[in-house]
């Protein structure tokens, strides 16, 4: 079979796995704290033959850690991180990190995220306040304060250089190497009464999706000028 058609294929897969990335994005341009996903792809070169022939592989996917707009919503309960740092909350799969500050408090005084997971303090334990108590202070090194009592600080916690990101539920995601605290909080803090949207540039990825989806059509009208191509030449051999 002629290797345009495998080149085809490959191409069409790659194209497809970037566009239901691009079309996760554009469906989460508000979605606050979601991370855009991007992907990059590499040449694969086939030497099997007189000829060397190019194939695209599928991609490998990341998440962008470009920060997203901060809104202000002067809810005492909402927080945005500024700089290259995570929240932690306690999903029933574990650990995981979000820059979604959306917070609900439980009956109990458990803050959690509008999914109702808990917000995890520096020590890893679930953050609790006074359901009954007066008014809530979070200052940029994410310490709690109600009533003028200290009641613990939120972790804010980095992603060593280098680590992947994966999604986890809703805005959240997972690491594949273990983050750390954050300790220096004259570039990065928590600022309260904000909201960090999306980091998804609508009108850039809808861009995306026009130049994807007219690639894609490209490349199948490729393809199918090849089998038309080859119908011919069976037809000829067969003497028809």
């Known amino acids: 079979m002629q290797s345009n058609i495998y080149v085809g294929l490959s191409a069409q897969l790659a194209l497809q796995r970037r566009l239901d990335t691009v079309a996760n994005n554009v469906a989460n341009a508000s979605t606050a704290g979601f991370r855009t996903e991007e992907m990059s792809f590499e040449e694969l070169v086939s030497k099997s033959g007189q000829t060397s022939v190019s194939f695209v592989s599928q991609g490998q996917s990341h998440l962008s850690t470009e920060g997203g707009e901060l809104t202000q919503t002067d809810n005492p309960l909402d927080i945005a991180v500024k700089g290259n740092a995570w929240l932690a909350i306690q999903t029933p799969t574990g650990t995981a990190y979000t820059r979604d500050g959306r917070m609900q408090m439980r009956a109990d005084g458990v803050l959690t995220n509008l999914a109702g997971d808990p917000f995890l303090d520096a020590g890893g334990t679930p953050v609790q306040l006074d359901p009954q108590g007066g008014r809530i202070t979070i200052n940029k090194a994410g310490t709690i304060e109600q009533d003028g009592n200290n009641l613990g ?88």
């Open 153 to 240: 600080a939120f972790g804010l916690y980095v992603m060593p250089q280098g680590a992947n990101l994966t999604r986890a539920q809703g805005a959240s995601v997972v690491s594949d190497q273990p983050p750390v605290p954050e300790i220096d909080f004259l570039r990065t803090g928590i600022v309260q009464g904000y909201v960090e949207k999306s980091n998804v540039n609508p009108i850039l990825e809808m861009t995306h999706l026009t130049t994807l989806q007219r690639s894609f059509d490209a490349v199948s009208n490729v393809l199918r000028e090849t089998e038309s191509s080859l119908q011919d030449s069976l037809k000829t051999l067969a003497g028809s």
